[in-house]
C-alpha cells in the first residue's frame, strides 16, 4: 500500500508541473501576439478636429511642382583677368582735337557713369579754350595716362583715359574633379553675395578650365555674370547653383506640412472628409521656394494638411482631456 501511494503521488506531482510549463509557454506567446496587433494599430494615426480647431490649419490637394536640378557651391567674383592690361576691351577715349591736358578728373579703378568728365583740354583749335572730355559710356577707369601738360592727339594711342564695361564679372569656382562631366558650357548660374542678402545675379557658364589640381582634385569653372549696377567688387564670396539638368516634375507640399519626429521620419497629415486627419509617413527630397518634393507617401489630389501639420502633431501628444 506504502508503494502504491508513493507511485501515485510523483505521477500527481508530474502531471501538476507538465500542466504548468504549458500554460507558462502560453502566456509567453500571447504578449507577443499583442505586440503585433498594437504595431499594426500604431501604423496610421488618425485625430478627429472640431470646428475651431479647423481655423489652425489648411487643407489643399496634393499638387506637382517642377524642382531643379542644381549643384551648389562656394566661389568668388572677378574681373576679366586682362581688364588692365588689354586695350581691346576697353573703350580709349581720346580728345576731339589736338592740344594740352589741363585737368584730370578720375584715378585708375574709379567708377564713372556715361557723359561722367574724365580730363579737360586746352585746344589751340578753339582759341585754347578748356574742353571738358568726358566718358562716352559707364563703367571702370581702366587706364590713365593723362597728366596736366601732356600734349594728346586724337587717335594718337596710348588715349589719355580708357573706360571698360563692367556690367559682366567673372564668378571663378572649384569643383570636385567627380562632378565634372555634370558642368557644360552654357548652364544657367545663380549667384548669391552677402553684400545683397535676398537676391541673385545671373549669369552661364563660359569657360571650364582643363586642368585638375593635383592637391586638391578640383577643377576651376568660370561664369560670366551680369551686373548691370555694377555692384559685385572683385574679390567677394559668393555662393552659386548651377541648373545641371532640366526640372523634374514632383509630387509636392508645402514646407509646413511636414514635419520632422523624434526619430527622424517625415509625415504629413491627410484627410478625405477635412474633419478627420491621418498621419502618414513621406520619403521626402529637393527643397524649393518654401516647397519640398515627395517622394513616396503621396499621391497629386489626396487632401492634404498644407499649413499646420505641426498643430496636429502636437494634438498627438497632448494628455487626455478628462
Not at 576691351?89 to 556715361?114: H, M, R
Not at 576651376?220 to 539638368?245: H, K, Q, Y
Amino acid at each position: 500500500m506504502v508503494v502504491i501511494a508513493t507511485v501515485a503521488a510523483i505521477f500527481a506531482v508530474t502531471v501538476i508541473m507538465q500542466s504548468g510549463c504549458s500554460r507558462d509557454e502560453g502566456a509567453a506567446a500571447n504578449p507577443r501576439q499583442e505586440s503585433n496587433s498594437t504595431s499594426n494599430a500604431s501604423a496610421e494615426v488618425t485625430v478627429e478636429l472640431s470646428g475651431d480647431q479647423l481655423n489652425a490649419i489648411k487643407i489643399e490637394p496634393v499638387g506637382t511642382y517642377a524642382f531643379s536640378v542644381e549643384k551648389t557651391g562656394i566661389g568668388s567674383v572677378d574681373f576679366e583677368n586682362n581688364l588692365y592690361s588689354d586695350p581691346g576691351l576697353s573703350t580709349q577715349v581720346f580728345p576731339p582735337s589736338a592740344g594740352k591736358i589741363v585737368k584730370v578728373f578720375v584715378e585708375l579703378g574709379d567708377q564713372v557713369q556715361k557723359d561722367g568728365p574724365l580730363y579737360s583740354i586746352e585746344s589751340s583749335d578753339t582759341n585754347q579754350t578748356e574742353t571738358i572730355v568726358c566718358s562716352p559710356i559707364a563703367g571702370q577707369v581702366t587706364g590713365v595716362n593723362a597728366t596736366p601738360g601732356l600734349f594728346a592727339q586724337p587717335s594718337n594711342a596710348p588715349a589719355p583715359c580708357s573706360v571698360a564695361d563692367v556690367s559682366q564679372k567673372w564668378l571663378l569656382a572649384n569643383i570636385p574633379e567627380a562632378d565634372a562631366p555634370l558642368y557644360q558650357i552654357g548652364q544657367p548660374v545663380k549667384v548669391a553675395v552677402a553684400s545683397y542678402p535676398g537676391r541673385t545675379f545671373d549669369g552661364k557658364i563660359s569657360k571650364i578650365y582643363p586642368t585638375v589640381d593635383l592637391t586638391t582634385h578640383r577643377l576651376t569653372i568660370r561664369a560670366e555674370i551680369s551686373d548691370p549696377a555694377n555692384e559685385l567688387r572683385a574679390g567677394m564670396l559668393a555662393d552659386f547653383a548651377v541648373r545641371i539638368e532640366k526640372p523634374v516634375e514632383s509630387v509636392v507640399v508645402p514646407a509646413n506640412g511636414i514635419v520632422r519626429e523624434g526619430d527622424g521620419t517625415m509625415t504629413a497629415w491627410v484627410t478625405t472628409d477635412r474633419r478627420h486627419f491621418t498621419q502618414k509617413i513621406v520619403k521626402t527630397g529637393l527643397r524649393e521656394d518654401g516647397k519640398v518634393q515627395i517622394l513616396e507617401g503621396l499621391q497629386p489630389g489626396e487632401l492634404a494638411v498644407t499649413d499646420g501639420a505641426v498643430f496636429l502633431d502636437n494634438m498627438l501628444q497632448a494628455p487626455p482631456s478628462d
